[in-house]
């Protein structure tokens, strides 16, 4: 018992049971299986974004401007897709690529010029969404491709409600899953996860073990720009329509997540786990609200209240700890 | 000393090169008295904004919750006159509950500044996530105040802080002269200046020369609280209004203001001088992109760029520098 509650992440998960409990209790529809598929396909867009964002923070740095890649990412592929076609691989490649790039030009600024990743990611944030807005007349695209539609309600596993209705398990949901496992085996098993701990942890002495500290920081925020790129497509898979203001400045949700998980911008601290409890925690909680008739205009309190009081709970553990002794966290 | 007037020249001459630019694209529209009044005007709330950034960016730090705490501030007054006054605005008692307003606006700014503080000083969040997470409760707080409606329509005293003149002077542009100089003296004549300097340059050796690290972290943001909920009074008087999500790109600008000024991020450097030059820059560029009718959207884009530009700028001159000095 004790140790349990030695690991954050459990406390996460413990304010997890005891909502879901008093929510199930003022409305028995949020413990039903159709409610928590429906909850996983529309949180699989944050649920990608923090995968990248863990990866980042863990690194030891930050990036805001994901919301911005994604947006970008999302409309060149719709417009591209409107005009010369294509299929579901190359929806995802056109994203990919954008983000990709959009992240490299982050890492560019932060390793080769010594900016500071706040200060450059506030910079490019603002940069690409200001030109995309500029380019695009801040025009919304409602026309996508049927085929496209048609990919967003394929299920992957099928059931029936007691009303007769049809539910299960999106393959939305499930691209969320694929990319957490590959994002597990690269922090667990590969050269490069153990780097990215190892760089956030302290960057002088993971360079004297000599890992590669330009390329790892390249990896990040490159690896940050492909998620962003994907989330950018599943966003439009959920929405079926592209609008250039519609993320811009949720950013901090996301942020919210994996920080509520346990990563620290301190760098060499962070989980998958967390992370997924983190969005699986701000999902429970939002979905509560509705759930329980509050008022949505109560969100950014509850949200900031909680982000205050995890960031505060982890910093003083971090003291306490720092006090006693030197430790080395790995996952 | 030298270091300090080598950089404040280059920033003039930047500023001199500038106008001259503007004069020559649009002299007859950018020189013309009224348009140097509106600028007057503009000025002075990015400015304290400013301000309230650079200090804590002096101590390594920084503070995102400068313009959600600046919203809730103008919140609080906008309520208390409006509830107390009622729709006419012009009461026998406009003057007194003015005051009042604007005393609890303060202190609701003072506290933000406590409250940030507190969870930087003695919790030992870092600057970014504590205010970070501040910046989301004080939004929130200003969303479920207002439930997202604009409260307009203040008495005269509330509308004479940002759109009065004394002497034929923006009142805006005193109450930013005598902050900009209250900032100064604040940090180049006290001990507390002092300390904050030395803190952002090495923060372990300034706690064993005997500073009181955590006393020194508490009054800085302090400080910049007070100095965002100075700016709201001028916002929410210049808009005759308060709303929940004013000024939301201001916060890319008072980085930008700063950094172009020579503050460095990373704590430690940053004169009140060179921050002025920067928002005069800042000024006349956004106004000669506004006469110019260029797209808002590509506005915010150029200020991305030159931020990162004078960030790339800075750090050649580090090298430049640095090599000078082992060389």
């Known amino acids: 018992m004790k140790k349990f509650f030695s690991s954050y992440e459990n406390f996460v998960l413990l304010a997890i049971i005891i909502l879901a409990v008093v929510i199930t209790a003022v409305n028995p529809n949020f413990l039903t299986l159709e409610n928590i598929l429906d909850l996983l396909k529309s949180y699989s867009f944050v649920g990608i974004l923090s995968i990248g964002v863990l990866f980042v923070l863990i690194s030891g740095g930050i990036d805001i401007s994901f919301t911005a890649t994604a947006t970008v990412a999302m409309y060149v592929m719709a417009v591209m897709l409107n005009k010369y076609g294509g299929n579901m691989v190359t929806a995802f490649l056109i994203a990919g690529v954008i983000g990709i790039s959009l992240g490299m030009i982050n890492a560019i600024f932060i390793h080769y010029f010594k900016i500071h990743s706040i200060i450059t990611t506030i910079a490019t944030l603002n940069i690409y969404y200001g030109l995309l807005t500029f380019f695009s007349n801040g025009k919304w695209i409602y026309s996508l491709p049927p085929w496209f539609r048609e990919f967003s309600q394929v299920r992957v596993l099928t059931l029936t409600n007691a009303a007769g209705r049809e539910f299960g398990l999106s393959i939305i949901t499930v691209i969320w899953l694929v990319l957490l496992i590959l994002a597990w085996v690269i922090l667990r098993y590969t050269m490069i996860g153990r780097g990215i701990y190892a760089l956030g942890g302290n960057p002088v002495s993971a360079e004297r073990v000599g890992f590669n500290i330009p390329r790892l920081q390249i990896f990040v925020y490159s690896f940050m720009g492909l998620l962003a790129g994907i989330a950018g497509v599943v966003l439009t898979l959920l929405v079926q329509s592209v609008a250039p203001n519609s993320i811009v400045g949720k950013e901090l949700d996301v942020l919210a997540a994996v920080i509520l998980g346990g990563a620290s911008l301190l760098g060499g601290v962070g989980t998958l786990r967390g992370t997924v409890l983190g969005v699986i925690l701000i999902a429970t909680m939002n979905n509560g609200m509705t759930l329980m008739r509050i008022p949505p205009y109560w969100y950014d309190v509850l949200i900031g209240m909680i982000i205050v009081i995890s960031v505060s709970a982890s910093a003083y553990q971090h003291r306490q700890k720092k006090y006693k002794t030197t430790v080395i966290e790995v996952q | ?327």
């Open chain 2, 1 to 327: 000393m030298n270091r300090k007037y080598s950089e404040n020249l280059i920033l003039i001459l930047a500023l001199v090169g500038i106008v001259l630019l503007m004069g020559m694209v649009n002299g007859r529209q950018f020189f013309q008295v009224s348009n140097l009044q509106a600028m007057a005007f503009q000025l002075p709330e990015l400015g304290i904004l400013s301000l309230a950034m650079m200090i804590t960016m002096l101590t390594a730090g920084i503070n995102l919750s400068i313009i959600a705490s600046a919203n809730l501030t103008a919140i609080v007054a906008a309520l208390i006159l409006s509830n107390l006054l009622g729709p006419d605005a012009a009461g026998s008692g406009a003057t007194a509950v003015s005051l009042l307003a604007i005393a609890a606006g303060l202190l609701v700014a003072a506290l933000v500044g406590l409250l940030n503080g507190y969870l930087i000083a003695w919790l030992e969040v870092s600057p970014i996530l504590a205010t970070l997470g501040t910046m989301i409760l004080l939004q929130g707080a200003a969303i479920v105040l207002t439930k997202g409606y604009v409260i307009s329509g203040f008495p005269p005293l509330i509308l004479f802080i940002g759109n009065g003149k004394i002497l034929g002077v923006p009142m805006p542009m005193i109450i930013f002269t005598v902050c900009a100089t209250v900032m100064a003296v604040l940090l180049n004549r006290t001990k507390l200046g002092t300390s904050i300097y030395m803190f952002g340059s090495n923060a372990t050796a300034t706690h064993y020369s005997g500073i009181n690290n955590r006393r020194v972290i508490m009054q800085t943001y302090l400080v910049s609280g007070i100095y965002s909920g100075v700016a709201a009074l001028i916002m929410m008087s210049r808009f005759n209004s308060a709303k929940a999500d004013y000024g939301e790109s201001y916060l890319l600008m008072t980085v930008l203001a700063a950094v172009l000024g020579g503050t460095s991020a990373a704590g430690g450097f940053g004169t009140v001088s060179g921050l002025i030059i920067g928002l005069i820059i800042l000024q006349v560029v956004s106004n000669g992109l506004n006469l110019l009718r260029v797209n808002n959207f590509l506005t915010i884009a150029i200020w991305g760029i030159i931020l990162l530009l004078v960030m790339i700028a800075n750090y050649y001159r580090n090298q430049y520098q640095q090599k000078r000095r082992t060389a």
